[in-house]
């Protein structure tokens, strides 16, 4: 029987491995008819794609429906328009206001988690994983603290897909009471400038090749506000409770890591390639393309599954195991080229520190299966709910 892959089935969200292995190795081209798509699922076709933005255009969105193409966003914009606007985020993405976040974090995560320290346990997503990140991309971007509770239960609807893919009334309105939100936020910050991160891309200038340059207005700061506050938090917040999955899957790397905060960086990186957060990245082909002896016609969407690379045992041997040593020299989990991901060091800082700060408090938890429930989304992998039992 040949292969299905339909990313809105819940039960290939619910564990899309199975799948993933088929495609690698039955149909690295695959097409399905009913939802008009094309998919590469091995890791050397999918790196390939990332490096040829020109063939493999942004524009059209990067999800399976498209619904964000035409949107103001950094991610739907293709060179050169996309170079001249990203060169003004990267430009406040310093390092050093990354690593100044830190101090932060580590308070945030105290907040967190001491209440829970003697407890019986917690739901790890609604009491941690979605904290922190919004927290600490609210302090970055400088989203006021009465105001973050509500960008996340406004992304929390945004984010939600029915069976079919559709994106449901509520999810509309809820991207519009963002974008209202965020826009008062904006109008408000013009008037009171600070050190955050709305503050200097209100007072940053976009220049073109020519060296032409002008200022955002108000509407399209609240866009690039609003893509960098989801994009700095469902991920986090998935890769973590996706992260305390694995290690209580792993008890004996558990414990190693709870002794040994230094194999932290490494065991990250695992995280990610072992149950990927932003789980596949979508494309449009400009012209035909031909691979594996097939050919995707021009104009087609091309969905490129980053769960399915990270998992490709032509790149990484034993992929289905967890291994905090696995030696990884080359990722796709925050995507490669022109889009890579400019919050990277930042989510690796973060799920450095929430992992050290979670171990130390809680080196052992058991998982209550009975109240676990994944999010329902074709390319955020990630749960909704993660109760753990504590001894
Ligand atoms: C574990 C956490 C994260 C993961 C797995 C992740 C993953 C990704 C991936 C795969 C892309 C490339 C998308 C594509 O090529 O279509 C991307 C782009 C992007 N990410 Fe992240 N991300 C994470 C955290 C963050 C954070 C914390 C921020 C910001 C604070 C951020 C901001 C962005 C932005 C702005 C882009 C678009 C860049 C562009 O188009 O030039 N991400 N991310």
Known sequence: MSVVYNPYVFETQHNPYPVYARLRDEEPVYYNPDLDFWALSRYADVLAA????????????????????????????DPPVHDWHRKVVSRVFTPRRVNGLEPFM?????????????????????????????????????IPESQRQEVHHLADRLFTRGDDGTVSEDAATAMLEMGLLLYGIVVDRRDHLGDDVISLLISSEVTDDDGNGWYLTDEELATRVLELAFAGHETVARLVANGVVALSWYPDQRAELAADPGLLPNAVEEMLRWDAPSHYQGRWTTTDVTLHDTTIPADSRVVL??????????????PE??????????????????????????????????????????????????????????NVRGLAKLPITLP
């Open 321 to 378: 195991l967890f291994d905090l040593h696995r030696k990884i020299d080359t990722t796709v989990s925050f995507g490669y080229g022109v889009h890579f991901c400019l919050g990277a060091s930042l989510a690796r800082l973060e799920t450095r520190v929430a992992f050290d700060e979670f171990l130390h408090r809680f080196p052992e938890y058991g998982i209550d299966e009975s109240g676990v429930e994944r999010m329902r989304s074709s």
């Open 106 to 142: 580590r308070a945030e995560c105290a907040r967190l988690l001491d209440p829970y320290v003697g407890s019986s346990g917690f739901d790890v997503v609604e009491q941690f994983s979605i904290q922190l990140p919004l927290a600490v991309i609210g302090e970055l971007l400088g």
């Open 305 to 318: 599954i980053t769960g399915a690379a990270n998992h490709d045992e032509r790149v990484y041997a034993d």
């Open 50 to 77: 990332h490096k040829d933005p020109v063939t493999f255009d942004n524009g059209h969105g990067v999800t399976l429906e498209g619904g964000e193409a035409g949107q103001d966003l950094l991610i739907t914009k």
